[in-house]
């Protein structure tokens, strides 16, 4: 395993949309594949969980009814397809993987990290 890799963040002005990309390198059918955000002076927060193979899919109170998460058909990539786009979602995003889905927006239980990609929402 190496870390995952990200793409497609930018800056949008506010009800706009993105979508962002993470590759890895390797994915099993137990991993937990999520994405999280780290706003600036903040602590990282979980965004939207996928558990791999199954297709299950967790998302934050902040994310649900606006964002998506999928895997992607080559199971190495997810997307998060994100709408609606608000100030308050302005923050570097990263993508992890864990062994399985449990506690499952806990930092602590994400083996490898992406160096994150940046999205910015203009009000």
């Known amino acids: 395993q190496v870390p995952p890799v990200e793409s497609g963040g930018g800056a949008v002005p506010a009800g706009g949309s993105l979508t962002l990309s993470c590759k890895f390198s390797k994915v099993y059918r137990s991993n937990c594949l999520t994405w999280f955000r780290q706003a600036a002076g903040k602590a990282r927060e979980g965004v939207a969980a996928?558990?791999?193979?199954?297709?299950?899919?967790y998302y934050s109170d902040s994310a649900k009814d606006r964002f998506r998460i999928s895997q992607n058909d080559d199971a190495n990539t997810i997307s998060l397809e994100m709408n609606d786009l608000k100030p308050e979602d302005t923050g570097l995003y990263l993508c992890?993987?864990?062994?399985?889905?449990?506690?499952?927006?806990?930092?602590?239980?994400?083996?490898?990290w992406g160096q994150g990609t940046q999205v910015t929402v203009s009000s």
């Open positions: 992890a993987v864990a062994q399985w889905c449990r506690d499952i927006f806990q930092p602590g239980q994400y083996i490898y």
């Open positions: 996928i558990a791999s193979g199954v297709h299950t899919t």
